[in-house]
Nanobody, 116 residues
Framework: QVQLVESGGGLVQPGGSLRLSCAAS????????MGWYRQAPGKQRELVAT???????NYADSVKGRFTISRDNAKNTVYLQMNSLKPEDTAGYYC??????????WGQGTQVTVSS
């Protein structure tokens, strides 16, 4: 079992920045990738960014150049640094962990609202 706890969401003005954190605990050794999805009301869920055990990263085209995913292995934590935020980035952001068992684990979600 893997537990994921997110933090760092909130309200920010357009052009501002936020950093999301996702702390993993439990059977950490079975995780080979972590990342973030987001979902806004009435829209499909979107994969935002992923980082693998080998530090390979992938980003949605909509966030490339603005968001950066990173991890701190000592803290079992993945971060999503979000810069130059736009109103269309407003969504619930969900951390996930992909395991070697084929099962995906999810955090509880954190709301990001970009508005003036």
């Amino acid at each position: 079992q893997v537990q994921l706890v997110e933090s760092g969401g909130g309200l920010v003005q357009p052009g501002g920045s936020l950093r999301l954190s996702c702390a993993a605990s439990g059977s950490i050794s079975i995780i080979f990738a972590m990342g973030w999805y987001r979902q806004a009301p009435g829209k499909q869920r979107e994969l935002v960014a992923t980082i693998t055990r080998g530090d390979n990263t992938n980003y949605a085209d909509s966030v490339k150049g603005r968001f950066t995913i990173s991890r701190d292995n000592a803290k079992n934590t993945v971060y999503l640094q979000m810069n130059s935020l736009k109103p269309e980035d407003t969504a619930g952001y969900y951390c996930y962990a992909k395991s070697t068992t084929g099962f995906n684990y999810w955090g509880q979600g954190t709301q990001v609202t970009v508005s003036s």
